[in-house]
């Protein structure tokens, strides 16, 4: 948090006077506007950030006068423990200013701007205050949005929606690909979120511009393969055995070359092994687990909240998962949890190490456009796993094996069958692959 003043560069008035401006800096949110008086230059002091105590200005006002609002704005603002728990919006920041001013027209700031002379920023705050709202958006979410505001900042400032025409609209995407290097798949998703807050200006009456209704731009978008474990090498995972501290395992790198390896952090490679396959086991997030508690058990039965989308979900616990509980049952870990928790971070960086250990080394090719040039790179598969595949693992080995995608949907909970398809085409390319395999083994017969 940081509150600093400074005096206007432009004149107030005909005395030479100039007005004391505030800067409000919370959580990557600024605010500027001034505390309602003047003064002369030669009478600021700007170490200080206050005015010398002799001063008095054109209008009366005594330097106690500036100096205690100064003093007031800056206790406010030390003093507003909601600020420092959450990220406020410029328009927050001003009506805060305003209560300590006594500016009437600080209280209607964002729709004096909002309605007379539209400024794409201003309104992108009250787009995120109310669909956060309207939404319940995560944490996650915000970040994403806030990602978002900063590429829409970069556009220029003042912005105005009349700079989305088709030349605007294409100036963005053209910025996301060529100087934010961004993936095709990537610059769609920002485009997507641009359109919805255009949309939602226009539905306002903020945004008069519709070139957006119209403008179709092409984006190369390749499917990326779902990177998951089958059944052999999760069975394989779930009885590794870890090799001691200091251990050295022999690998073979992607080219063919033997390279060494010493095992480290046993004790954490085990416990996220354990963690993985539970996962992998019961379908749940990463976010999910880290938060289970030994109340959400009840009769082989998880009941969870999730953390992502706040649905309320009924695992039954296979014997594997129950398994893996069991194992834990007689530690005690903080706010009761089931299982010891381990950072997302750290745990993908360990599920990287045990899948190289368990020897998954099948190539793996990815293909993208990025910039309008394709890309193609190729990795080990321990290379592209991470927590979330776990999820994945159930939900394509649950495919595979006959199970609906409508009971499996109350498992996981996805909504639609779009977030679906993805599983179900790696499933059905497993079972060709499976009945390939029965017809060659027929031919023998």
Known sequence: ?????????????????????????????????????????????????????????????????????????????????????????????????????????????????????PLVMVCFEEFVREESRRGQWTDGTLQCWNAFRQHLKAQGKDLKFNYFNDKGLQHFIDYLRKERKMQDKTVQKHYSNMKWFLNWAYLKGYCKEESFKRFRPKFKVLEKPVIFLDTEELSKLYHFDIPKNGTKVILRSLDGKEYEKIVTNAAALEKTRDLFCFCAFTSLRYSDMAKLRRTDISNDKLIVTTKKTNDRLIIDLNDKAQAILNKYKDEVYPNNLALPVISNQKMNDYIKDLCELCGFTEPIRRTCYRAGVREEDEQMKWELIGTHAARRTFICYALSIGIPPETIMKWTGHSDYKAMKPYIDVAEKTKREAMHKINAELKEL
Request: aromatic share 6%; hydrophobic share 35%.
């Open 1 to 117: 948090m940081a509150v600093k003043f400074y005096l206007d560069k432009r004149p107030a008035n005909k005395k030479g006077e100039v007005a004391v401006r505030v800067s409000i800096y919370i959580k990557a949110v600024r605010a500027i506007s001034t505390i309602g008086y003047t003064v002369s230059p030669e009478a600021w002091m700007q170490d200080e950030q206050k005015v010398d105590s002799t001063y008095k200005n054109s209008k009366g006002v005594t330097a106690k006068v500036i100096n205690t609002r100064i003093k007031s704005i800056r206790a406010h603002f030390d003093a507003k423990e909601i600020l420092a728990t959450k990220k406020p919006t410029t328009l927050e920041l001003l009506k805060e200013l305003a209560e300590i001013t006594g500016s009437t027209r600080g209280h209607n700031l964002g729709e004096e701007r909002i309605g007379k002379d």
